[in-house]
């Protein structure tokens, strides 16, 4: 089995000083994180890998050019036989669906991790795992922070963990 976690709008120091402690601590416990951008800075991408040295990250629109530089706008990341594609989104939060299923529709990818809204999501459609998880320090849009887990064997499970 592999175990992912998975943060996405962080925007560290806009909308909270660092990453909540209890999600470092259980990022020590995964094999993969996954950041969908809007890290703001880059300390936060520095964090995130020494809790887990296998990061995966892309970048979002309100990423400053030092991460935009380093990182990727999407990725396809490999859990098992699975293929998990990572991207942020921009746009209307109510065409980010459609938008990340568009950025992906030739890359055969089982999951379709997106941040941008700040609002957790966890839904399948026509096959296909949709899952925001949230902003662990932003709840403009979200009654509650969050991040996520899933775990990848012979299938997908994946749920938002509230703060």
């Known amino acids: 089995m592999v175990r992912i976690g998975v943060i996405s709008d962080t925007h560290i120091p806009d909308r909270g000083a660092k990453i909540p402690a209890k999600i470092i601590e259980e990022f020590r416990k995964v094999d993969i994180v ?7 800075q880059e300390s936060v991408l520095n964090e995130l890998k020494s809790a887990c040295k296998n990061v995966v990250a892309v970048w979002g629109n309100m ?3 030092e991460i935009k530089d380093k990182l990727s706008e999407k990725e396809i990341v490999k859990a098992g036989k699975h293929r998990i594609g990572v991207i942020h989104g921009y746009g209307a939060p109510g065409q980010l669906v459609k938008f990340v299923t568009e950025k992906f529709k030739n890359d055969k990818v089982d999951v379709i991790i997106f ?6 999501f966890n839904e399948t459609i026509n096959g296909i795992l949709y899952f ?3 902003s662990p320090t932003d709840k403009i849009f979200s009654p509650y922070n969050s991040y996520g887990i899933i775990e990848a064997n012979d299938k997908i499970e994946a749920r938002i963990v509230k703060l």
């Open 34 to 40: 996954i950041h969908t951008g809007d890290f703001v």
């Open 63 to 65: 990423d400053y050019p």
């Open 115 to 120: 941040g941008h809204s700040h609002a957790p």
């Open 132 to 134: 925001n998880p949230g």
